[in-house]
Nanobody, 128 residues
């Protein structure tokens, strides 16, 4: 079993920055390094949506159009941690942000149902 723990988030004004981190531990400790890691978010009354993903080596990242150019995802396999730097925040970024991990292909990485391991979520609130 893989444990996923998010941290960071909180409240910010529009235009400001916040950062999230997500650490992994558990039985699949070594397998984690081969997993695709992703961030999703869910606003009240809306479906969970893809935000960003990063391949196992950290060499390739993928972003939703709504965050491209503002958010940056990275990973540190030595520390079993992934990060999401969120700049130029907008009110529309308000949501609970979830970290996810699994052996997911590029074709599937934007769809939450393909991820087995999830964090508990962390709230990001942006005000105008």
């Amino acid at each position: 079993q893989v444990q996923v723990v998010e941290s960071g988030g909180g409240s910010a004004q529009a235009g400001e920055s916040l950062s999230l981190s997500c650490s992994f531990s558990g039985r699949a400790y070594m397998e984690y390094r081969l997993y695709t890691l992703a961030w999703f978010r869910q606003a009240p009354g809306k479906e969970r949506e893809f935000v960003a993903a990063i391949n196992w080596s950290g060499g390739t990242t993928y972003y939703a159009d709504s965050v491209k150019g503002r958010f940056t995802m990275s990973r540190d396999n030595a520390k079993n941690t992934t990060f999401l730097q969120m700049n130029s925040l907008e009110v529309e970024d308000t949501a609970v942000y979830y970290c996810a991990a699994d052996d997911v292909s590029q074709a599937m990485m934007r769809t939450p149902i393909w991820y087995k391991y999830w964090g508990q979520g962390t709230q990001v609130s942006v005000s105008s």
